[in-house]
């Protein structure tokens, strides 16, 4: 992976161990991101639900790739780039 890739983690664990909260992590890490500028996204259902962070990526000018789902569990990994 590239080193200049950011890793976003909206998962139980980061939640119970951060003072900000994951998800406003992610929406200032997003809105703040330059042309160009790749984040690797790994979270869970529960704590940000996979189809409101692709709704997010998408109104912010990403593109992604979705390395992995799982429905059963509720997790996902993706890479997002910002386009615009």
Same mark, same amino acid.
């Given at each position: 992976?590239?080193?200049?890739? +950011?890793?976003?983690?909206? &998962?139980? !664990?980061?939640?119970?161990?951060?003072?900000? +909260?994951?998800?406003?992590?992610?929406?200032? /890490?997003? /809105?703040?991101? +330059?042309?160009?500028?790749?984040?690797?996204?790994?979270?869970?259902?529960?704590?940000? /639900?996979? !189809?409101?962070?692709? !709704?997010?990526?998408?109104?912010?000018?990403?593109?992604?790739?979705?390395?992995?789902?799982?429905?059963?569990?509720?997790?996902? &990994?993706?890479?997002?780039? +910002?386009?615009?």
């Amino acid at each position: 992976m590239d080193e200049a890739l +950011k890793r976003i983690e909206l &998962t139980e !664990e980061a939640f119970r161990s951060c003072r900000e +909260k994951p998800q406003y992590k992610f929406l200032v /890490s997003i /809105s703040e991101a +330059k042309h160009g500028e790749e984040f690797e996204i790994v979270g869970e259902d529960r704590i940000l /639900s996979f !189809e409101t962070v692709l !709704e997010i990526l998408d109104d912010e000018g990403f593109e992604y790739d979705i390395l992995d789902r799982d429905d059963i569990l509720g997790t996902y &990994t993706l890479i997002a780039r +910002k386009n615009r």
